[in-house]
């Protein structure tokens, strides 16, 4: 079953990533954070397609380290940027549900195990990212 609902889930955020991006765009854009949005609109839709792509691949092979490494690379790189937890936090959680919307609607099977799944990779993404930038902040102090 787990093989099956994986697939499924798969093909559906392939299938829908077009409109799991605009819809994570439009919220984000009526929050006005300061990194993303209209202001850096490529940047922003490239980062969303970014995300999106890792969390198939994670569902593809079953796995988390894939968003694991992922967040570990971005997190680096958004600290020496000057990002804020919050707003990189506020984008994980806008994707999230804007895959949560879609699949409600949807007709896909196993329902609850496809969302509890999404749930679980972007729950270990965002902890990663408090994890990483706690540990930054500590190395280069205010």
């Not at 099956?4 to 392939?14: A, I, Q, S």
């Not at 609109?41 to 970014?50: A, F, N, R, V």
């Not at 806008?94 to 099977?109: D, K, M, R, T, V």
């Amino acid at each position: 079953m787990r093989v099956k609902m994986n697939k499924e889930l798969r093909d559906f955020l392939t299938q829908n990533k077009d409109l799991i991006i605009a819809a994570s765009f439009d919220s984000i854009c009526k929050r006005k954070l300061n990194y993303y949005g209209n202001n850096e609109k490529e940047d922003t839709l490239h980062k969303l397609k970014s995300l999106l792509e890792v969390i198939v691949r994670c569902i593809e092979n079953n796995e988390k380290s894939e968003i694991v490494a992922y967040i570990h690379a971005i997190s680096k790189e958004r600290y020496k940027n000057g990002y804020i937890l919050f707003e990189i936090q506020t984008v994980i959680n806008y994707i999230e549900e804007n895959i949560w919307n879609l699949l409600q609607q949807s007709s896909i099977g196993h329902k609850v195990e496809a969302l509890k799944l999404i749930s679980s990779y972007l729950g270990v993404a965002k902890q990663q990212l408090a994890s990483d930038f706690i540990k930054y902040s500590k190395k280069n102090p205010a």
